[in-house]
């Protein structure tokens, strides 16, 4: 895990902050009626579906950047100043952040989604990647709904329409996901990530998570040789079909571990991170699809798909 920023480096953030250029992540129009930042790509996108035009969102992380492992910028600094809302995805994601608003001074407390949703792991290790699994996604959304709300309480039909709709959009897409994984045949659902960043998915959908290269919740995690055997020996042994590298990974590894086994390296999925516009994860729920169907190609073969 990267070492948190220097008292020093946070203070040059904050001395440059008002000659930054502010990072419109999302956008708004300006008509807007209040700013909030979001963390990640999938916490943006998320604050952008219920706050529509009235929510101006600032989204500190681009497309396909490792949460794990970013490096604050001063615009980073100037949007937690203005914010009225600051929504962060939580856990052990973004460590980077505490530092940020302490420096910041803003007024808005982050609200960490986290809090709002069913969570797994290990006792005193809560995997932070809630967001795989759709019904979180939906506990997050109402969390946003009522923070915007009390933010801005003349948008409060607004935010409650906008998430309704979009919940229903979440359900419809849980609906298709588990339909897909059906065309699996139950002793092929074993699936193998880059690190440990599908075990919401995996539980919800009914897959057997075999292991991962880097074995950390954390992608910035290095595996140890022991490791990388333990996991041949696994995938050998239970006949796993596909590896499943990351879009914002180097999968040099998955090549290796592949070739090895004679397993299949699949397409790569979207794990911590969306994609940029015009990509298959653009939107989270583009991004669920997407690794959906990879999955399903993946661990068939090719023989079944879920593409929409």
Request: aromatic share 4%; charged share 25%.
């Amino acid at each position: 895990m990267r070492a948190r920023l220097g008292l020093s480096l946070l203070a040059i953030l904050v001395l440059t902050a008002a000659a930054g250029c502010g990072d419109d992540g999302a956008g708004g129009s300006g008509s807007a009626s209040l700013t909030a930042v979001a963390t990640t790509t999938q916490v943006g996108d998320f604050v952008r579906q219920v706050g529509g035009e009235r929510v101006e969102v600032q989204q500190i992380l681009e497309p396909n950047a490792d949460p794990h492992d970013y490096e604050p910028r001063p615009s980073d600094v100037a949007a937690l100043e203005q914010a009225a809302a600051v929504f962060r995805s939580g856990g052990d994601l973004e460590e980077w952040l505490d530092e940020l608003i302490d420096s910041a001074g803003g007024e808005a407390k982050p609200i960490a989604l986290i809090d709002s949703v069913r969570t797994i792991g290990g006792e005193g290790e809560v995997d932070p990647h809630w967001w795989q699994d759709p019904g979180n996604a939906e506990s997050a959304v109402n969390a946003i709904r009522d923070a915007l709300a009390q933010a801005d309480p003349g948008g409060r039909d607004t935010y409650r329409r906008n998430a309704a709709a979009y919940v229903l959009r979440l359900r419809r897409l849980d609906r298709d996901v588990a339909g897909c994984i059906e065309r699996v045949p139950p002793r092929q659902r074993k699936l193998v990530t880059t690190h440990d960043a599908l075990g919401y998915y995996a539980e919800r959908y009914g897959l057997e998570v075999v292991g991962a290269l880097i074995p950390s919740l954390s992608s910035q995690a290095q595996p140890s040789s022991k490791d990388t055997a333990d996991l041949v020996g696994q995938i050998e042994r239970l006949g796993v079909r596909a590896i499943f590298p990351e879009s914002s990974l180097n999968p040099k590894l998955e090549r290796a571990v592949a070739r090895e086994t004679g397993a299949e390296v699949g397409d790569a999925l979207w794990a911590d991170t969306l994609g940029p516009k015009g990509s298959s994860g653009a939107t989270y729920l583009d991004s669920i699809q997407a690794n959906t169907d990879a999955i399903v190609r993946g661990l068939t073969g090719g023989e079944a798909n879920c593409r929409v």
